[in-house]
Structures are given as structure tokens and as C-alpha cells.
């Protein structure tokens, strides 16, 4: 709080609260010409005054101090939880009020929140009412069932119990609730498979073979429907694995060829591979054996370097000899197959 006074001589200022000197912790800055109030609680509402005097007189400011706190309310009330029965309760509700109005709570935040405990109310006997059970389970799974539940009439009363009363007491307030409906509507659906294929490949080990077979949706009636409709279903095997004499199979390799040359870059030797059954030993499609690594039937051979002078041979080829380093070297080879 201001004192604006000016003198000459510089007036002595004296400060009081209600007529009554200053006995509160405060501070005077400027020369006195300013209060300084330290913990405003500490004061109620009321009148502050300074006096100012020299030698040539005395002059007085009054300034009135109105104190105003944020405080919680708790005069509203929440709705009921129930019309009627014995659980009925409300909660005061909790406003921040400032002289009277109310504000955000948030101002509030530094006062202590005052304890708030349940009220009950409307605990009365409640009118007759229709009472239901869940529902069975339904009587078949597809093609139309049937389900059912229990329907009472009764009164709860204000100490918590439920009072049976008769169908004619609750058909006077509502209509009665159904006891039965149909369920499970949905067509009755299975899979269907069809016979396996022949066990006869292709072959994936030593006389096993995979055999396939379709599978299929339809009603208990043969018509066919969508797969969607049976994938609550567990579906059948589509394919299996199977024993077969067929892939009773293996690689047959014969004997090497002498290799085309016995020097150099070119030369390369070959053999015959043929699948073949294991018991007649005829030959076979060579896709039964493919289970297993066809082995090679070329190779190369001899490519060691070739000194001069050494002779080179090959199917029908004529021989050709190298020359002295230095000479014309000329050969004359047949170019058909060896």
C-alpha cells in the first residue's frame, strides 16, 4: 500500500490498521511512504490508514482492505444412481467458488479438499418388473434350433430382496418378454473329399509318392456352397504321402569313355545315366528319380599342357602332331560327331 504524501520538512509517516498501530510482520520501504504486508491471512477485513506530520501539520490516507479466498462448495448434489431398490446413492459435487462465484477448479488446487461421503436415496420398493435369465443354448447348431430363458415377475424392495410377484402385476406396466426364439438358422454345411488320386507320383523318396484328392463345401444335402461358409470346420487333407512300387528308383551310371584327348584343354569323357526300377531294372521316366541329384554325365579329362610332339586323339580325327617351336603346324580333323 501506497502513502502519497510530499512536505518540507519530510513528514514522519505513521501506519495503522484499524486506528490501531501496526503489531503484524510487514515491511516500510521508501522512506515509510510504502507498506509492505508479509502474510495477508494474517489480517481480516478492515481499514488501513498512514499519517503524515511535520511542522507544518498532518495529513491522513485511508484504504480499505477486503479479504477474498478461493474455497470449495459442495452445495450441488449428483444424480441418483437409481430411481428406486436399495443401491441408490448421490455424491455432493465439489465447485470452486471465489466471493460467491464460481471458477475453475484449478484455483482451488491449494486448498484442502473437503471428504465427501455417499448420500443414499430413492430406496423404495420399486414397481413389479418382468425379470429374464440368459438364454439356453440352442437346441441344434445349424438348420434351426430352438432357445429358452426363464421369465418372472418381481419387486425389489428397499432392503435389497427380490418379492415374487404375479404375471398380471408387471403386464400392467410393460408386455411380457419372450420365453423362446429360433437360433442357429445358418444351413448345416460339412466338407466333402473326394477320392485320393492314384499313388504314382511324383516321387519325393525312395517308394514314396504324394496323391492328391479335392475337397468340398456343400449342405447336408449335397448342394455346393462357398468354402467361407464351412471354415468354422476343421478342413481335410488335400495331399498325403503315399507308398509306391513305382518310385522304387535310383540312378543307373555306366563306365566312363575314354577321354578325347590325352593333353591340353579340349578333352572331355562321358557315360550314360538312365533312372531305372530297382526290381525289374527296366528304365523308367526320369522324373521319378528327381528326387535325388541326377549325377553328371560329362566331364572333363586330361587337361594337363601339352608338350611338342605329343599326339592328339579324338573320335575319327586324324592325328595331328605339333611341330618345333618355330614351324607351320597345320592338322586335318574330321568335324562330325566322335
Known amino acids: 500500500l501506497g502513502c502519497a504524501v510530499d512536505g518540507h520538512p519530510t513528514p514522519n509517516i505513521t501506519w495503522l490498521y484499524s486506528s490501531e498501530p501496526l503489531n503484524l510482520q510487514h515491511h516500510l520501504l521508501a522512506a515509510g511512504r510504502v507498506l509492505q504486508i508479509l502474510n495477508v491471512s494474517d489480517f481480516t477485513d478492515g481499514e488501513f490508514s498512514c499519517l503524515a506530520q511535520n511542522e507544518a501539520g498532518s495529513l491522513t490516507q485511508k484504504v480499505s482492505l477486503a479479504i477474498q479466498e478461493?474455497?470449495?462448495?459442495v452445495d450441488k448434489m449428483t444424480a441418483c444412481s437409481a430411481s428406486c431398490g436399495h443401491k441408490g446413492v448421490q455424491l455432493p459435487q465439489l465447485r470452486c467458488l471465489?466471493?460467491?462465484?464460481e471458477v475453475n477448479t484449478s484455483y482451488c488446487r491449494e486448498t484442502p479438499k473437503p471428504s465427501l461421503q455417499p448420500i443414499a436415496c430413492n430406496r423404495r420398493d420399486?414397481?413389479?418388473?418382468?425379470?429374464?435369465?440368459?438364454w439356453s443354448l440352442c437346441t441344434r447348431s445349424c438348420g434351426g434350433g430352438i432357445?429358452?430363458?426363464?421369465v418372472t415377475c418381481q419387486r425389489l424392495t428397499a432392503k435389497g430382496s427380490s418379492v415374487p410377484m404375479s404375471n398380471?402385476?408387471?403386464a400392467q406396466v410393460s408386455k411380457r418378454p419372450v420365453d423362446t426364439q429360433n437360433c442357429n438358422r445358418q444351413?448345416?454345411?460339412e466338407w466333402v473329399a473326394s477320392p485320393w488320386?492314384?499313388?504314382n507320383g511324383p516321387c519325393i523318396g525312395p517308394r514314396l509318392a504324394v496323391q492328391h484328392r479335392q475337397i468340398f463345401c456343400q449342405t447336408k444335402d449335397g448342394t455346393s456352397v462357398s468354402s467361407d461358409q464351412c471354415s468354422a470346420l476343421p478342413r481335410p487333407l488335400s495331399t498325403q504321402n503315399c507308398w509306391t512300387d513305382v518310385c522304387g528308383v535310383h540312378w543307373r551310371v555306366s563306365l566312363w569313355t575314354v577321354c578325347t584327348a590325352t593333353c591340353g584343354n579340349y578333352g572331355f569323357q562321358s557315360r550314360r545315366v538312365d533312372c531305372v526300377h530297382n526290381r525289374t531294372n527296366k528304365l523308367v521316366m526320369e522324373h521319378h528319380c528327381s528326387w535325388r541329384p541326377r549325377p553328371s554325365n560329362w566331364q572333363r579329362c586330361n587337361i594337363t599342357p601339352c608338350e611338342n610332339g605329343t599326339l592328339l586323339r579324338g573320335g575319327d580325327a586324324e592325328q595331328c602332331r605339333g611341330r618345333k617351336e618355330g614351324e607351320v603346324v597345320s592338322q586335318k580333323c574330321h568335324t562330325g560327331p566322335c
Open 70 to 73: 478461493y474455497q470449495w462448495s
Open 98 to 101: 471465489l466471493d460467491g462465484a
Open 126 to 134: 420399486c414397481p413389479s418388473r418382468w425379470m429374464v435369465t440368459s
Open 147 to 150: 432357445q429358452m430363458r426363464r
Open 168 to 170: 398380471e402385476a408387471c
Open 187 to 189: 444351413p448345416c454345411v
Open 197 to 199: 488320386s492314384q499313388c
